[in-house]
C-alpha cells in the first residue's frame, strides 16, 4: 500500500489524472488490494462477530508498538526492543482477547487516538507527515479523545462496534475497489453501498442494532444472540 502514500496528492486535480496513477500499480500490488478488500469487506458485514479477533490483532499490534519503544529504550538494543515488543505484543493480545471490555475499551481508545493526527494533518494539508509542535499537540488531543471514545465504546458496546466496522471498513473497501478497477468515481457510490450493506447485514445477523441484554452486549462467540 505505499503507493498510495507516495502518490503526490496535491498535484491531483481531475479523476482522470486519479485514475492514471491508479493505472500504474502492478498485479502483486492488484493481489495485496484484493486481500484488504476481503478483509475490509468481513470487518463490514460481520465487525461485531469477528470483533474479539479484530481487539486480539489490534491488541498485539499496540502491544508490539508499545513493548519496543520501552525495551529499545531501556535496552539500547534493536534487536531486544523487537523481542520485548513481541512478548509485549502477544500478552496484550491475550489479555484483550480474554477481557473483552478492556479490549474494547483499547480499540476505541486507539481509533479516538488517531482522529486529531488526522484533522491536523488534513487542515495543514500534511502529505503523510506532520511537524515536531503538531505531532505534540496531536499526542495531547489524542489522548483526550482516545479516553473519550474509549469510554463510549465500552459503555455502547454493540452499537458502537456495528458503526465503527460498517463505516470504517465500508469506506476502505470503497477505496480498494476504486484502485483495482482504475476508477477513482466509484469510491464514494461503492463505500456507501457497503457502509448501507455493513449496517443491514450485522443488524440482522446479531439481533438488532442496540444492546437489549447482557448476554446481547457480548460478540456470539461470548454467548450473544445467535443468527437467525
Known sequence: MDQLQNIDWSQITSFEQLDAEF???????TGALAVGLLISALGCFFGYKLMKIFIAIGGFLIGC????GVVDKLAKN?????????????LLAFAAFKLYKIGVFIMGFSNGFTIPAVVIGALNGSKGTLTQEQLRTAALLGLVSGVIVGIFAVIFTKPMIITS??????FACGLYLAVM???????????????ILGFIIQIKTTGGFLEHSKS????PSQGGTPVG
Open 23 to 29: 493505472a500504474k500499480f502492478g498485479g502483486a500490488v
Open 65 to 68: 508498538g508499545l513493548g519496543y
Open 78 to 90: 534493536s534487536t531486544v526492543g523487537m523481542l520485548g515488543g513481541l512478548v509485549f505484543g502477544v
Open 165 to 170: 466496522t460498517a463505516i470504517g471498513e465500508g
Open 181 to 195: 478497477i482504475h476508477k477513482s468515481v466509484v469510491f464514494l457510490p461503492a463505500a456507501a453501498a457497503f457502509i
Open 216 to 219: 446481547s452486549s457480548r460478540p
